[in-house]
Nanobody
Framework: QVQLVESGGGLVQAGGSLRLSCAAS????????VGWFRQATGKEREFVVA????????DFADSVKGRFTIYRDNAKNMVYLQMNSLKPEDTAVYYC?????????????WGQGTQVTVSS
């Protein structure tokens, strides 16, 4: 079983940037597609973006297209989420998760999450 730990969250002003990291242990991430999801207070968790096992394909939610980028370093067992042009509505707890099926927009193994707060 793989364990995931997110980091890099924080408080940023609207228009700013953050980079989130997802570190894996226990098993190589190379076997998995990986996705980022988020959950705002009082709302259901939603899909943000996913990357295929080799980084060759990505899938973005419409709300973040053109602003967020995902990439991975399988040698380091890491996946990253670069978030630019942040908006207050991006405020949420962000989770990374392994995905059995790349385009499923559903996670299997989850991290604990990292808080992102965007002030207006």
């Amino acid at each position: 079983q793989v364990q995931l730990v997110e980091s890099g969250g924080g408080l940023v002003q609207a228009g700013g940037s953050l980079r989130l990291s997802c570190a894996a242990s226990g098993r190589t991430l190379r076997s998995y597609a990986v996705g980022w999801f988020r959950q705002a207070t009082g709302k259901e968790r939603e899909f943000v973006v996913a990357i295929s096992w080799n980084g060759g394909s990505t899938d973005f939610a419409d709300s973040v297209k053109g602003r967020f980028t995902i990439y991975r370093d399988n040698a380091k067992n890491m996946v990253y989420l670069q978030m630019n042009s942040l908006k207050p509505e991006d405020t949420a707890v962000y989770y990374c998760a392994t995905m059995t099926y790349f385009l499923s927009r559903q996670g299997d193994y989850w991290g604990q999450g990292t808080q992102v707060t965007v002030s207006s």
